[in-house]
């Protein structure tokens, strides 16, 4: 385990003297369900002969049902699939022997319990019914049971192929709820799983762990989300907006710093509750602000606090949130491509995995979200024109030409109409259709573009660009633009990209940018590029967890829907 999360760990174990283990997690009715099972297979077996005809009659019946409701409260959610399924079988049941429960599918049950540390609910899965089931057919003496038996086989069933989809491409769709993330992971057939994991003698846990992402971020974050729900929730500290921090104070505040750091691992817990902020504090609060991305220089101002009074339900959320975009993030990423991570304001680019470039980035604002999807760097133009957007035509420049009739003309916007260019000032934009038209800033370094812009052809028109605005890169929050990606070192970057090419020297670049005139370049190696949304994440080299400020607000959103119930 990275070396943060067990100072999270230690404290834990130093406050409660529990042991972090996933058994230790397990509810109590799950426990008493391996009790009911074992108490039961104790007792005669019942006959069962009825029971392939009953589940032939009950998917049927769910098939055509308009609601597919097997239980009033119950609805099957892959009616179709289990229909086909046990038709393959003749309808055969999986998960009982007769009228009782295997092994296995005890062990299914608990894989559901444990849902919930992949930030999914087990009621999606039918879970408290399926323990009310197992409770009537495994512990009563009653033998007319059929019903609740065929009831308890394909809600075990549709459990499975519910929570497989789940596991593999996410609960929820993002286009649902105004997210825009492409491609999502194509769903595998769940009847094909299922099938396989039954002929194969495969533990069904272990079919569905299959299904999840196999990224190791993943992996960190379900443990990430353990740790976080048996933390104790803490008060916010009170602090006043003009608050100072640092080595060698003495006040009382500094032991309340002191025991939040200790809660969040970036403070040893042997460290003691002082008022003194000493070295080893100074370098638990420069941990802490790194990891939140903030300026580490280990003062305690008001950021330093408000990152601290984020509440534990809040970073449970986030953890929570991300599990489930990684569900719907690519299988693979490859092993050379460029990440770029919007809230963490971060390009990375990675060559046969090893982080080989790194610089800071400025991304849409809140009402211009910068999307999440994935393309292909396949080339790079220096000296870009920009081709102004209609939104910003029509938000942004007809007021500025509404106040200065020659704004276009001072400010090196070429205007057009259909393929003619046109005199701005002969038109009255009061009244014109703007459709009509195309506005264009000539190349230059204080064109929005700056002098290079990176292309990976869209449908929603973003791109990698230079800036003339570089003053907005000495700000922690940095979320400014129209939705494109603003580059803190673009000439660095292009000439990392064009490292492979020999055609392509420093001087050839800045000779050709010193000309001013528009350069088409072509890349030798197109290079893949990820635009994601990552709040909460485990850096790759440190191995220390960050959080992010949600500047869209998609964690809070995202979380409600996972921990509703769904008819999905």
């Known amino acids: 385990m990275f070396h943060h999360l067990a100072c999270i760990v230690k404290h834990l174990k130093k406050a409660a003297h529990l042991p972090l283990s996933l058994s230790r997690f397990r509810t109590a009715g799950t426990f008493m369900l391996l009790s009911v099972v074992l108490y039961a297979q104790q007792s005669p077996q019942q006959p069962t002969a009825d029971l392939p005809d009953l589940l032939r009659t009950k998917t049927e019946q769910v098939q055509d049902s308009a609601q597919s409701y097997l239980l009033p409260a119950e609805r099957i959610c892959n009616a179709q699939a289990i229909k086909d399924f046990y038709s393959q079988r003749n309808y055969a049941p999986i998960w009982l022997a007769g009228r009782y429960f295997m092994p296995a599918s005890q062990e299914f049950v608990h894989c559901i319990d444990n849902s919930r540390f992949s930030a999914l609910l087990p009621a999606d899965y039918h879970y408290q019914t399926i323990q009310q089931l197992v409770q009537t057919t495994q512990y009563s003496a009653n033998e007319?049971?059929?019903?609740?038996?065929?009831?308890?086989?394909?809600?075990?069933?549709?459990?499975?192929?519910?929570?497989?989809?789940?596991?593999?491409?996410?609960?929820?769709?993002?286009?649902?709820?105004?997210?825009?993330?492409?491609?999502?992971?194509?769903?595998?057939?769940?009847?094909?799983?299922?099938?396989q994991a039954v002929t194969s003698g495969t533990p069904f846990c272990n079919a569905l762990q299959s299904l999840e992402p196999q990224h190791p971020e993943y992996a960190q974050l379900k443990q990430l989300l353990q740790i976080y729900e048996n933390l104790t929730p803490w008060e916010p500290i009170k602090a006043s907006w003009n608050l100072l921090l640092q080595k060698g104070d003495r006040n009382p505040m500094v032991t309340e710093v002191r025991k939040r750091l200790q809660i969040t691992g970036d403070l040893s817990p042997e460290a003691p509750l002082t008022e003194v902020f000493d070295k080893e504090l100074e370098t638990a609060v420069m941990l802490f602000q790194r990891r939140h991305g903030l300026y580490y220089d280990g003062l305690v101002r008001s950021n330093v606090i408000n990152e601290l009074n984020v509440s534990l339900a809040t970073r449970i959320d986030q953890i929570k949130a991300n599990l489930e975009r990684w569900r719907w993030a690519p299988d693979s990423w490859g092993s050379t491509y460029v990440l770029v991570n919007?809230?963490?304001?971060?390009?990375?680019?990675?060559?046969?995995?090893?982080?080989?470039?790194?610089?800071?980035?400025?991304?849409?604002?809140?009402?211009?979200?910068?999307?999440?999807?994935?393309?292909?760097?396949?080339?790079?133009?220096?000296?870009?024109?920009?081709?102004?957007?209609?939104?910003?035509?029509?938000?942004?420049?007809?007021?500025?030409?509404?106040?200065?009739?020659?704004?276009?003309?001072?400010?090196?916007?070429?205007?057009?109409?259909?393929?003619?260019?046109?005199?701005?000032?002969?038109?009255?934009?009061?009244?014109?259709?703007?459709?009509?038209?195309?506005?264009?800033?000539?190349?230059?370094?204080?064109?929005?573009?700056?002098?290079?812009?990176?292309?990976?052809?869209?449908?929603?028109?973003?791109?990698?660009?230079?800036?003339?605005?570089?003053?907005?890169?000495?700000?922690?929050?940095?979320?400014?633009?129209?939705?494109?990606?603003?580059?803190?070192?673009?000439?660095?970057?292009?000439?990392?990209?064009?490292?492979?090419?020999?055609?392509?020297?420093?001087?050839?670049?800045?000779?050709?940018?010193?000309?001013?005139?528009?350069?088409?370049?072509?890349?030798?190696?197109?290079?893949?590029?990820?635009?994601?949304?990552?709040?909460?994440?485990?850096?790759?080299?440190?191995?220390?967890?960050?959080?992010?400020?949600?500047?869209?607000?998609?964690?809070?959103?995202?979380?409600?829907?996972?921990?509703?119930?769904?008819?999905?």
Request: hydrophobic content about 35%; glycine content about 4%.
């Open 144 to 195: 007319d049971i059929l019903t609740d038996l065929a009831n308890l086989e394909l809600l075990m069933t549709d459990a499975f192929m519910q929570l497989g989809k789940h596991l593999q491409s996410g609960k929820i769709n993002p286009e649902n709820i105004g997210i825009t993330w492409k491609p999502q992971r194509l769903p595998f057939n769940m009847q094909l799983v299922l099938s």
């Open 342 to 568: 919007v809230p963490e304001y971060r390009l990375t680019m990675f060559e046969d995995g090893v982080k080989s470039y790194s610089e800071a980035i400025i991304v849409g604002r809140e009402n211009y979200p910068t999307p999440s999807f994935n393309d292909t760097i396949t080339y790079m133009v220096l000296n870009p024109y920009w081709y102004v957007p209609a939104s910003i035509v029509k938000n942004e420049l007809m007021k500025e030409v509404h106040s200065d009739a020659n704004y276009f003309i001072n400010n090196d916007i070429n205007v057009f109409k259909g393929n003619k260019r046109i005199d701005p000032t002969a038109v009255d934009w009061k009244k014109a259709d703007l459709t009509q038209y195309a506005f264009r800033q000539g190349a230059s370094a204080y064109n929005p573009m700056g002098v290079v812009k990176f292309m990976f052809p869209n449908q929603y028109d973003i791109y990698l660009h230079d800036t003339p605005s570089r003053e907005l890169f000495n700000n922690s929050r940095r979320s400014y633009s129209h939705g494109c990606v603003r580059i803190n070192q673009p000439l660095e970057f292009a000439l990392h990209l064009l490292r492979s090419d020999p055609t392509w020297s420093k001087e050839r670049v800045e000779s050709v940018i010193h000309s001013q005139k528009e350069t088409i370049v072509n890349l030798k190696k197109p290079i893949p590029i990820y635009l994601v949304y990552q709040t909460a994440f485990v850096n790759s080299e440190s191995g220390e967890v960050n959080f992010r400020e949600d500047i869209y607000g998609w964690d809070k959103k995202i979380a409600q829907l996972l921990a509703e119930k769904t008819n999905l």
